[in-house]
């Protein structure tokens, strides 16, 4: 990585340099001592300042950061791009080092970050740094400071909510090898580089596998191995334990951004990266993906989507959210700032877009997680669903969870089922529903506070079973005595409740209980 300056400003294709560890070091130790971190931002900028500055509003940030003082200085200048007095940094960072490796650049007294270096919480506490292109930390490429960013294709975005929902969603377990497939500026390669022994990152943007160096070192991770290629093209014929990406999902005509436009026919990109993970996993090995895709006329989105699911993989697929192809056109032209240039162009872009849907067939199109796990089963489970409501993050112990729940039932035939035994999950409670006053309730509904957060309503044999369910009688056990209790006879009884049983096990209800071998 070069360095290079204009009249005093680095120029737009010119970074920072990594070649100096010790550099990277030291203006790591110089940030965490001045507190710039996220919890130190909170406490200077104030709650309402803090979130304005995520929506991309700096005004309450910059009234906050008047008085002088070293997180105050370090705010302005890597959060707010701001001149700051070179007498004023040079009590918080080590100036001599920054400007000769490219961080900091200088014209007259004044210095001028040539990165968005935006404080990160890890998920056990660590105070990471993400490193971006200026004005990308947040709010897309229209984000602080955007200016001409908007329409520089290869802009390299910080942290926004898609990648902190993979982040959250991903399956942390100790892994061998992990690959950040679309690595931007490198926050999955950087939660993966925390319990994997090597980390590959790969992105079409050679700006980006820079960005994805600059994050790790100034993060204190140790490096990755960088690869610039398309999809699995520069990985050849390696395989992993764990793949994640969010890449280029966006269904666009053309490929403008290269941070968000996949370049391919409609949501083929997307398609193409789930059949072709199948072949780069090891078997036990998880891949997942934020995506997009068509709802196409004719076609059931389940359906479509399953067939996009390689052999011998188990997948899950959550839609989070569906848009009409206007609301989702003018999304993303908003996300380039489309909407603030001329009005003939921006109307032009949308009828392009518009047109763009209406050849593929496209009526909608749906946002969501793709999660795959490696068995080799020739009896694979695939589970695709909607599911707009909150949920609990991070989800990664839930989505292996979920994996774990699919094996048991798998292997596990009715007579297994009643001779196992079970016990609530926690966070579980019963809602009972029904007319005030009324002896019996009408529905009764078992919810869940974790995770995925569901609700699911049962007969009274249901609740009254998952009610007793401690892990210490087996399921026919408990079904008997329900039978008992109810007057009903316990061979019927149990010869229709397996199904509740299995459906309450798969969406996390009921825990199985591993008994100790005879």
């Given at each position: 990585m070069g360095r290079g300056e204009d009249n005093g400003r680095v120029s737009p294709t010119t970074l920072p340099t990594t070649d100096r560890p010790e550099?990277?070091?030291?203006?790591?130790?110089?940030?965490?001592?001045?507190?710039?971190?996220?919890?130190?931002?909170?406490?200077?900028?104030?709650?309402?300042?803090?979130?304005?500055l995520a929506r991309s509003e700096t005004v309450p940030a910059l009234r906050a950061t008047r008085e002088d003082g070293p997180l105050a200085a370090l705010v302005r200048l890597f959060l707010l791009q701001q001149d700051v007095p070179h007498a004023r940094v040079a009590t918080v960072l080590p100036v001599d080092d920054c400007l000769a490796d490219g961080w900091l650049t200088q014209d007259g007294d004044q210095l001028r970050a040539t990165v968005d270096v935006r404080p990160y919480g890890g998920p056990d506490g660590e105070d990471w740094f993400i490193v971006s292109d200026l004005g990308c930390a947040v709010g897309g490429a229209g984000g602080i400071?955007?200016?001409?960013?908007?329409?520089?294709?290869?802009?390299?975005?910080?942290?926004?909510?898609?990648?902190?929902?993979?982040?959250?969603?991903?399956?942390?377990?100790?892994?061998?090898?992990?690959?950040?497939?679309?690595?931007?500026?490198?926050?999955?390669?950087?939660?993966?580089?925390?319990?994997?022994?090597?980390?590959?990152?790969?992105?079409?943007?050679?700006?980006?596998?820079?960005?994805?160096?600059?994050?790790?070192?100034?993060?204190?991770?140790?490096?990755?191995?960088?690869?610039?290629g398309s999809l699995f093209e520069p990985v050849e014929h390696e395989t992993y334990d764990l793949i994640v990406s969010n890449p280029p999902f966006v269904i666009s005509p053309g490929a403008r951004l290269t941070y968000r436009d996949g370049g391919m026919s409609g949501?083929?990109?997307?398609?193409?990266?789930?059949?072709?993970?199948?072949?780069?996993?090891?078997?036990?090995?998880?891949?997942?993906?934020?995506?997009?895709?068509?709802?196409?006329?004719?076609?059931?989105?389940?359906?479509?989507?399953?067939?996009?699911?390689?052999?011998?993989?188990?997948?899950?697929?959550?839609?989070?959210?569906?848009?009409?192809?206007?609301?989702?056109?003018?999304?993303?032209?908003?996300?380039?700032?489309?909407?603030?240039?001329?009005?003939?162009?921006?109307?032009?872009?949308?009828?392009?877009?518009?047109?763009?849907?209406?050849?593929?067939?496209?009526?909608?199109?749906?946002?969501?997680?793709?999660?795959?796990?490696?068995?080799?089963?020739?009896?694979?489970?695939?589970?695709?669903?909607?599911?707009?409501?909150?949920?609990e993050q991070p989800l990664g112990d839930e989505v292996r969870a979920h994996f774990e729940r699919q094996d048991f039932l798998r292997d596990t035939d009715d007579a297994a089922l009643l001779a196992g035994h079970f016990k609530l999950a926690?966070?579980?409670?019963?809602?009972?529903?029904?007319?005030?006053?009324?002896?019996?309730?009408?529905?009764?509904?078992?919810?869940?506070?974790?995770?995925?957060?569901?609700?699911?309503?049962?007969?009274?044999?249901?609740?009254?079973?998952?009610?007793v369910c401690d892990g210490s009688l087996s399921a026919g056990r408990i079904l008997d005595a329900i039978a008992q209790l109810v007057g009903e006879d316990p061979v019927l009884l149990r010869d229709r409740t397996p199904q509740q049983i299995r459906l309450l096990v798969e969406q996390g209800f009921l825990d199985p209980v591993p008994q100790p071998s005879a």
């Amino acid at each position: 990585m070069g360095r290079g300056e204009d009249n005093g400003r680095v120029s737009p294709t010119t970074l920072p340099t990594t070649d100096r560890p010790e550099v990277a070091d030291r203006l790591r130790k110089a940030l965490l001592d001045a507190d710039f971190t996220a919890d130190g931002l909170l406490e200077l900028l104030g709650a309402p300042a803090y979130a304005a500055l995520a929506r991309s509003e700096t005004v309450p940030a910059l009234r906050a950061t008047r008085e002088d003082g070293p997180l105050a200085a370090l705010v302005r200048l890597f959060l707010l791009q701001q001149d700051v007095p070179h007498a004023r940094v040079a009590t918080v960072l080590p100036v001599d080092d920054c400007l000769a490796d490219g961080w900091l650049t200088q014209d007259g007294d004044q210095l001028r970050a040539t990165v968005d270096v935006r404080p990160y919480g890890g998920p056990d506490g660590e105070d990471w740094f993400i490193v971006s292109d200026l004005g990308c930390a947040v709010g897309g490429a229209g984000g602080i400071g955007g200016g001409d960013r908007r329409t520089d294709t290869a802009v390299v975005l910080g942290v926004g909510g898609a990648s902190t929902t993979l982040a959250g969603i991903t399956v942390r377990m100790p892994v061998s090898a992990a690959l950040d497939l679309g690595a931007g500026s490198g926050i999955q390669a950087l939660h993966a580089a925390q319990h994997a022994t090597r980390v590959t990152a790969t992105d079409l943007n050679p700006r980006a596998l820079s960005f994805t160096g600059l994050t790790l070192a100034l993060s204190g991770a140790a490096p990755a191995e960088v690869k610039e290629g398309s999809l699995f093209e520069p990985v050849e014929h390696e395989t992993y334990d764990l793949i994640v990406s969010n890449p280029p999902f966006v269904i666009s005509p053309g490929a403008r951004l290269t941070y968000r436009d996949g370049g391919m026919s409609g949501d083929d990109l997307c398609r193409s990266l789930v059949q072709e993970a199948g072949e780069r996993l090891n078997v036990g090995g998880y891949a997942q993906f934020l995506a997009n895709w068509q709802h196409v006329e004719g076609e059931d989105w389940q359906d479509r989507l399953r067939s996009w699911v390689p052999r011998g993989c188990d997948a899950w697929i959550v839609q989070r959210e569906v848009q009409d192809i206007t609301q989702y056109a003018e999304l993303w032209l908003r996300d380039a700032g489309d909407h603030l240039r001329d009005p003939e162009e921006y109307d032009a872009r949308y009828e392009a877009w518009l047109d763009e849907f209406e050849a593929r067939k496209t009526r909608a199109v749906g946002f969501g997680w793709i999660t795959l796990r490696k068995t080799g089963s020739e009896n694979p489970s695939v589970t695709v669903e909607e599911w707009p409501h909150p949920v609990e993050q991070p989800l990664g112990d839930e989505v292996r969870a979920h994996f774990e729940r699919q094996d048991f039932l798998r292997d596990t035939d009715d007579a297994a089922l009643l001779a196992g035994h079970f016990k609530l999950a926690a966070g579980v409670v019963q809602e009972q529903v029904g007319l005030p006053g009324a002896e019996d309730p009408e529905h009764v509904v078992l919810r869940s506070h974790r995770g995925m957060r569901r609700a699911t309503q049962v007969d009274t044999v249901g609740a009254g079973f998952a009610g007793v369910c401690d892990g210490s009688l087996s399921a026919g056990r408990i079904l008997d005595a329900i039978a008992q209790l109810v007057g009903e006879d316990p061979v019927l009884l149990r010869d229709r409740t397996p199904q509740q049983i299995r459906l309450l096990v798969e969406q996390g209800f009921l825990d199985p209980v591993p008994q100790p071998s005879a």
